[in-house]
């Protein structure tokens, strides 16, 4: 099927996120007829390559989205609040990489490889998910498929460009910081990141888990379309650049052995198997980044419960947990 070039925005465009979304429309060659780049005023007049070409980024504004009709917005669950409901009125599908509508009955929440049947259903707004729920489902959707999931605990590491380029700066600076005698300088995150490991992402709930967590509890249930699945999640940054890692265990209704799931991750579309533990061979964060794929590995079997497999998931947070995830639910929408 040829695709329709289409007129799309990308509404922040300088960020982590925005930049790689820019590139990947490149690498995939989604068909673009006019590309706008918006973001804050302090950007205005910046230039950003695209197709050997430049284009100048524009402040956003209410009258944007005039002619646009594809928006990938990662701005920010503010600017998408008030921006997304204006370019979806003004005739654009909204590909939202914020929270904003995430949880909204009324907006798909979209993983391609999970439920692409959804986005038919969109109103003008289409959500993507948080970065370390989409892998996760990329990886278990297709066991839950042969051994129905009960229960997921998962414990997340994740890398500091999760916050954006204000997380990766603030790596790169304390670490230089710390090995020239300098003081650190703390803004992105609640505390020193450098050398740490922080069981905080985004704020607290009352009910003590972050809001990250609560992502991919809510989250993992409405993509897979399966609010019976219970999960125990713990979000933890860690000093890493690129990729988030998971360490997930999960107990099926029916057996699944660790042979078998191999074999279905290796067949799975978006993931691929790495898992040769004698040879120390096993997904990494180094190795995922700049990757599109879903690395699986160290599977085995937890003999604690019934049925019960533990799992290694990683894949870069900024690509298919962000901007390879919308840029293809915009091929969807072709
Ligand atoms: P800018 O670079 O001009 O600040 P990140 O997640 O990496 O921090 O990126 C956030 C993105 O959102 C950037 O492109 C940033 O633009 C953009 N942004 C932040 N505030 C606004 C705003 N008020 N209006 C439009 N874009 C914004």
């Known amino acids: 099927m040829t695709m329709e070039p289409k007129n799309v925005a990308v509404v922040g465009a300088t960020g982590a996120v925005g930049t790689e979304m820019v590139q990947t429309l490149e ?29 100048v ?49 009324g907006v798909p929440l979209v993983v391609p490889e999970v439920n692409p049947h959804t986005v038919k259903n969109h109103k003008g707004i289409i959500a993507n998910p948080n970065c370390s729920t989409i892998q996760m489902v990329v990886a278990l959707y297709p066991l839950h498929k042969r051994a129905r999931i009960k229960r997921i605990v998962v414990s997340t590491y994740q890398s500091v460009s999760g916050a954006g380029q204000k997380g990766i700066n603030e790596l790169n600076d304390q670490v230089r910081a710390l090995y020239s005698f300098h003081s650190v300088v703390k803004k992105a995150f609640p505390h020193q990141i450098a050398f740490n490991c ?20 809510n989250e993992t249930r409405k993509i897979m379309e399966a609010p019976e699945i219970l999960v125990s999640p713990t979000a933890v940054r860690v000093p890493v650049f690129h990729s988030h890692s998971e360490s997930v265990n999960v107990e099926f209704e029916s057996d699944l052995s660790p042979e078998e799931a191999k074999k279905i991750i290796s067949g799975a579309p978006g993931c ?3 898992d040769d533990p004698p040879n120390s061979v096993y ?48 091929e969807i929408l072709q």
Not at 43 to 49: D, I
């Open 198 to 217: 922080l069981p905080q992402i985004d704020v607290f709930a009352p009910d003590g888990y972050t809001n990250e967590e609560l992502k991919m509890v």
């Open 27 to 55: 690498q995939r060659n989604f068909p673009v007829k006019n590309l706008r780049l918006f973001a804050s005023p302090n950007s205005e007049g910046k230039r950003m390559s695209f197709k050997g070409r430049d284009y």
């Open 272 to 274: 691929m198997l790495v």
């Open 283 to 330: 997904p990494l964060a180094l190795d995922a980044a700049g990757r599109d794929e879903v690395f699986v590995g160290r599977i085995r079997r937890d003999a604690t419960v019934k049925h019960g497999l533990n799992l290694w998931i990683v894949s870069d947070n900024i690509r298919k947990g962000a901007a390879l995830n919308a840029v293809q639910i915009a």
């Open 57 to 105: 980024v524009e402040p956003l504004g209410e009258d944007s989205f005039e002619g646009v009709e594809i928006a990938l917005f990662s701005a920010g669950s503010e600017r998408s609040k008030k921006y997304g409901p204006i370019a979806a009125r003004a005739g654009a599908v909204v590909i939202d990489n914020s929270s904003a509508f995430r949880m909204d009955p």
